[in-house]
């Protein structure tokens, strides 16, 4: 029962950018993710139980058993738990957030060392901020040791420049930037190590980056080797700065029956604007032709057979191509 009074339990609270707090806490009904009320002390002990087999070795061991794709390739991800490395150990750890809550628990099953940290905040804590006592005592105990670096080769600045400059998501239209930093071709804010003229892997433990370049465009694209990006292609996109009589072009109401939601796209002050019930209003930002970010949110607009705008694409981090029909006149 949602509406039961638990004494000591936290609120939760987003934080935007500007740092202004509102509440944001989930009230429903809900069973399992989400729906569980708990403390690090309670997330110890079940990493212990699991730790030494308290619930029976072949429930710890279908805990920890990893999935298997239609391809067969086996996956890091088990039953809520996910398989890692914490440089030269064993890790099996699962983070998750809920409205404003933030949790994250794990353990390294050599050292017998485990972790909890909950947060009540958007903007609290992550996996990284947990890890980051958890290594100092490893260091400690002198049981963590850095991963050899990965042996690359020498690739011109000329030759890293021909993979520079804007990546889109072919399936989910998400964005993302290669330069060159210092010498170094960058994947976000880790350095690319060439294996080959297309080639690269992040780091002495990857995950590998193969380019190779379209067939029709002659434009570099990309693949990320791991089971988390299986199938993902991305493929470099011009920026767009779309004029004020172009972003008219898509201007209107969108409809989902999928959603059973209306978006209202407006065109203020000679910018975009995405409108929601009942009241919120989204400033977006412009990517490439067509697409267009606000904040988290992908939109891509369609258009039919003539070039008119016809269908306005929704993504999100966990939904991708959510299709809202134009709603005619």
């Keep these: 029962d949602y509406r039961r009074i638990v004494k000591g339990r936290s609120s939760a609270y987003s934080v935007n950018l500007n740092g202004e707090v509102t509440i944001n806490r989930p009230v429903e009904d809900v ?13 110890l002990r079940w990493n212990q139980a699991l730790a030494e087999e308290r619930l029976g070795s072949s429930f710890t061991e279908l805990m920890e058993q990893r999935g298997t794709l239609n391809n067969g390739a086996e996956i890091n991800y088990a039953s809520g738990l996910i398989h890692g490395n914490l440089e030269n150990l064993e890790m099996i750890s699962h983070s998750g957030a809920t409205a404003g809550y933030r949790a994250t628990t794990g353990r390294v099953p050599e050292a017998r060392v485990a972790w909890a940290l909950l947060c009540n905040a958007s903007n609290g804590t992550n996996a990284q901020t947990a890890l980051g006592p958890v290594r100092l005592f490893l260091e400690e105990q002198q049981l963590l040791k850095d991963l050899p670096a990965a042996e690359g080769i020498q ?9 520079t400059g804007q990546y889109r998501e072919r399936y989910s239209g998400r964005t993302m930037s290669l330069r060159i930093d210092d010498g170094d071709l960058k994947y976000g804010t880790r350095s690319m190590i060439p294996l080959s003229a297309t080639e690269f892997t992040l780091g002495a433990s990857g995950p590998n980056v193969q380019f190779d370049f379209n067939q029709d465009s002659g434009r570099p694209q990309f693949v990320v080797n791991g089971w988390q990006t299986s199938g993902q292609i991305w493929e470099q996109v011009d920026p767009w ?13 969108y409809y989902s029956d999928e959603a059973e939601t209306t978006y209202g796209i407006v065109l203020e002050d000679d910018e975009l604007k995405l409108h929601r019930r009942p ?11 067509d697409g267009f970010r606000s904040g988290a949110i992908v939109l891509r607009f ?11 694409s929704v993504g999100i981090p966990r939904v991708y ?3 809202f029909s134009k709603v005619q006149d």
Excluded: C, W
């Design 321 to 323: 191509d959510m299709r």
């Design 155 to 163: 690739l011109s600045e000329e030759q890293l420049q021909n993979f």
């Design 302 to 312: 369609h258009r039919d057979s003539s070039g008119v705008v016809s269908e306005l």
């Design 241 to 253: 700065e779309p004029s004020v009589k172009e972003l008219a072009e898509f201007v209107g109401e």
């Design 279 to 289: 009241d919120t209003v989204l400033n977006m930002s412009s990517r490439y032709q």
């Design 31 to 43: 069973h399992g993710n989400g729906g569980i009320l708990t403390t690090v002390g309670d997330l």
